[in-house]
């Protein structure tokens, strides 16, 4: 069936790092793929998506890449702040009711 | 964007009893809903996907009879817990997807932490 893979976490790094956040899916047809945030004690927040195969998101200085070559869709960003620190998640969707499915999750540290 | 509300924010009951956690989208129409489940630093898991005038379609694994789920209208969804369990202590997460727009953003509740003593 459908799935997401993350690397695992928790990702620990410095103000102004640069930030990547692997995520690899298996799907079949052409689903979309959407990276979420959850900030502590909150629900999940949309960050970036795309719809298709080359797209490209992006949001608040993050960005990924729909490659359907290697069916991927890294999470990067090129200064992380401490603000940044939360878990990321990314999903696809899946179904006649397009429902989404997420990775496991990958905690963020960033430490001033 | 879209809001999505649920309620309660979180919920302490004495194992045996049943809760109720409601689902609500305030400012559009949802024909479907979602119900999540998350486990401390662990990811969402999908229990049921929740349809108006229609019954839900649970995952595998998901027990229909403990988690009752009802959409009553086109903007609320509920998930009952009953006979709680510790075991059913845990996070709850709706979402919905303004009809008709299949591809596009699923808005999330601020979701629901269970805890059965």
């Known amino acids: 069936g459908n799935s997401v893979t993350q690397m695992e976490g928790p990702v620990t790094l410095s103000e102004e790092a640069f930030l990547t956040i692997n995520c690899t899916y298996t799907a079949t047809g052409y689903p979309s793929l959407f990276w979420y945030v959850q900030y502590p004690g909150e629900g999940l927040q949309l960050l970036l998506k795309a719809t298709k195969a080359d797209d490209k998101g992006s949001n608040k200085g993050f960005e990924a890449t729909y490659r359907k070559e290697t069916t991927s869709f890294h999470l990067e960003k090129g200064s992380v702040q401490v603000s940044d620190s939360a878990v990321y998640f990314c999903?696809?969707?899946?179904?006649?009711?397009?429902?989404?499915?997420f990775g496991a999750g990958t905690r963020l540290a960033v430490h001033p | 964007g879209a809001v999505v509300s649920q309620h309660p924010s979180w919920v302490i009951c004495k194992s045996g009893t049943s809760v109720k956690i409601e689902c609500r989208s305030l400012?559009?129409?949802?024909?479907?809903m979602f119900w999540y489940r998350q486990f401390p630093k662990q990811s969402l898991m999908l229990m049921a996907t929740?349809?108006?005038?229609?019954?839900?379609?649970?995952e595998q694994g998901v027990e229909k009879d403990k988690f009752l789920i009802n959409h009553a209208s086109l903007t609320l969804s509920t998930l009952t817990v009953t006979s709680a369990h510790p075991e059913d202590s845990s996070f709850y997460i709706c979402?919905?997807?303004?009809?008709?727009?299949?591809?596009?953003?699923?808005?999330f509740g601020q979701g629901t932490r269970l805890t059965v003593v």
């Open positions: 400012d559009f129409q949802a024909t479907t």
């Open positions: 979402s919905a997807r303004e009809d008709g727009l299949m591809n596009t953003e699923a808005f």
């Open positions: 999903a696809l969707t899946s179904g006649g009711y397009n429902k989404l499915i």
């Open positions: 929740s349809n108006e005038g229609s019954k839900a379609t649970y």
